[in-house]
């Protein structure tokens, strides 16, 4: 059961440092949906490309 | 909402490319497990596992649509943002020359080597060709199974497009293993894989806008947007990294 349970994680979780910036920067995307809904779609993409670039250059450094 | 074009072909491509890039992996075990420990093992096992994984969809993907759709999309929405983006964030090391990029070839002589020490064979079924087959098919089929329900069960009549994709990559790599009787190396896998990541990465963010209920412009065809922006994104960090080194 551990075996599953650790393998299932794992199809999502690789990186913790990327996979608890994503669950954040959704709850604060959420958030400000309700306070400028226009721009929230930009908000949500441009936060999750900089996460993306944040973890493979944090990476890069300490392989 | 309605499928659309926007939304049936990108995730069949998406289910297409991702469960081609998991069973190509299975197929490298398989074959070991055949050529080392015999075929009927080999077969049975993955035959076995596949079933399984079928049943998993037929009972999970319409259980699903009885879910509020907006927590659905929510829910599976995050969860592909985490798999897309640990995918894309590893093949853009790989492209990069930060990792090692993985080799069939060189899983296919471990895989071999290993069964090899595992004892004799004994007459009638071989635990071993079984137990490996139905481990490394279950392994890779639940990522297809996850990737199938997580791209097809957020939208509306989604499913049967991203089925028949897993459906197709499957057969190519049956039909592959049948014609070629060795690992599927010449495929660029990296590349796969980046387009992957990119494709759920993109059906990901599209999921948790619609949970949120975002008004995204051009409606459905934001999607293409976001898979030209996290294209663009993943392309500039690989000619990045590869500078720095």
Not at chain 2, 28 to 53: D, F
Not at chain 2, 94 to 121: C, K, P, Q, T
Request: aromatic residues 8%; neutral net charge; charged residues 10%.
């Amino acid at each position: 059961m551990k075996t599953i349970v650790s393998e299932l994680l794992a199809l999502f979780v690789d990186d913790a440092g990327l996979a608890v910036a994503i669950v954040v920067w959704l709850g604060v995307a959420w958030l400000l949906f309700h306070l400028v809904p226009a721009w929230s779609p930009v908000i949500l993409f441009a936060g999750l490309a900089v996460i993306l670039l944040e973890s493979v250059f944090r990476t890069r450094r300490t392989p | 909402m309605t499928v659309t074009w926007a939304h049936a072909g990108p995730s069949m491509l998406a289910a297409f490319l991702a469960s081609l890039v998991e069973f190509i992996e299975a197929l490298t075990v398989v074959l070991a497990v055949g050529a080392i420990r015999g075929w009927r093992g080999a077969i049975g096992g993955s035959g076995a596992a596949l079933l399984l994984l079928l049943a998993i969809v037929v009972a999970v993907g319409p259980a699903l649509t009885r879910i509020p759709l907006d927590m659905v999309q929510l829910g599976l929405g995050t969860l592909l943002l985490l798999f897309g983006m640990r995918w894309l964030r590893k093949s853009i090391l790989r492209a990069a020359g930060v990792i090692a990029l993985h080799d069939e070839d060189a899983a296919y002589a471990r895989e071999s080597a290993a069964l090899r020490g595992l004892g004799g064979i004994g007459a009638g079924w071989d635990r071993i060709a079984v137990a490996t087959s139905f481990k490394i098919t279950m392994m890779e089929g639940t990522e297809v199974v996850f990737i199938v329900i997580a791209v097809g069960a957020a939208g509306n009549g989604l499913l049967v497009p991203a089925g028949l994709g897993a459906l197709a990559a499957l057969l190519v790599v049956v039909g592959l293993g049948i014609a070629l009787h060795r690992p599927v190396a010449m495929i660029p896998e990296n590349v796969l894989k980046f387009a992957v990541g990119v494709l759920l990465s993109a059906f990901g963010t599209f999921w948790v806008g619609e949970g949120m209920g975002m008004a995204w412009p051009g409606a459905d065809w934001s999607l293409l947007a976001l898979v030209a922006g996290f294209l663009l994104t993943a392309l500039a960090a690989t000619l990045l990294c590869r500078r720095v080194r």
